[in-house]
């Protein structure tokens, strides 16, 4: 057990429409990541959120957007949703601060939220 | 910009035969070099990292890598391989220090090892 939970677990969807995956991250973690993972695109960065501020946007689509809260637990929100967007969503979490990094800065991956969208 | 590259999308092993995944990476900076081990329907788990000091690092259940510099490579291995072991393997970088350090990892296409009986 790596200590993020994400929820759900699963979700199936329709086209077009718009879902929220919540991630929890370890204990005392102030930074949260969120990667997709499909078959052809292999694990992606989307987003990474620390303290509650964005600090690094990658290959994320403008029809997704992230937020972190001042719990920690972070949200990404994907609408007007496609086929394409069928995929395995994880969260991590890390010690490491913006604009330097303390420990060896492994990321701590949740299970995932597995995303169908037909 | 860094970058990694998993050769071999597919790796067969025998039960008890070594086991070698290869990863090589590409910064312009000493990295931070990883590999997770995802086993099905869970989530990516660390087998083992290298920061800085000993090249030769070893991992959780019997793995073990190289960091060498001269080659750009950061080669996953165990000698005797288990069923248990049959998983997808990913290697990653981190970016350390400048203005792209924000902690996030950089993964390969990842490995899938089978292991045959």
């Known amino acids: 057990d790596s200590g993020v939970t994400q929820t759900p677990k699963h979700l199936i969807t329709a086209t077009g429409q718009r879902v929220t995956l919540r991630c929890s991250p370890r204990?005392?973690?102030?930074?949260v990541y969120w990667y997709q993972q499909s078959l052809d695109q292999g694990l992606q960065f989307l987003i990474h959120?620390?303290?509650?501020?964005?600090?690094a946007k990658g290959n994320i689509l403008e029809r997704f957007s992230a937020q972190q809260f001042p719990d920690l637990h972070s949200e990404l929100n994907l609408s007007s949703l496609e086929l394409g967007d069928s995929a395995l969503y994880f969260c991590?979490?890390?010690?490491?601060?913006?604009?330097?990094?303390?420990?060896?800065?492994?990321?701590?991956f949740g299970e995932g939220s597995r995303l169908t969208v037909l | 910009a860094q970058s990694v590259t998993q050769l071999g999308s597919h790796v067969s092993v025998s039960e008890g035969a070594l086991v070698l995944l290869r990863c090589n990476y590409s910064?312009?900076?000493?990295?931070?070099l990883f590999w997770y081990v995802q086993y099905p329907n869970q989530g990516l788990q660390l087998l083992l990292k290298?920061?800085?000091?000993?090249?030769l690092v070893k991992g959780i259940n019997g793995f073990e890598a190289e960091f060498k510099k001269s080659e750009t490579s950061f080669h996953l291995t165990k000698p005797s391989a288990h069923m248990s072991d049959a998983a997808e393997y990913f290697c990653?970088?981190?970016?350390?220090?400048?203005?792209?350090?924000?902690?996030?990892?950089?993964f390969g296409q990842g490995t899938t090892l089978q292991v045959k009986p």
């Open positions: 959120y620390y303290n509650g501020e964005e600090r």
């Open positions: 991590a979490s890390s010690v490491v601060k913006a604009g330097g990094f303390s420990g060896t800065g492994e990321l701590f």
């Open positions: 990653a970088v981190r970016i350390v220090g400048g203005s792209g350090n924000t902690g996030k990892l950089i």
């Open positions: 290298y920061t800085t000091g000993a090249t």
């Open positions: 204990s005392g973690d102030l930074s």
């Open positions: 910064s312009s900076v000493p990295p931070y």
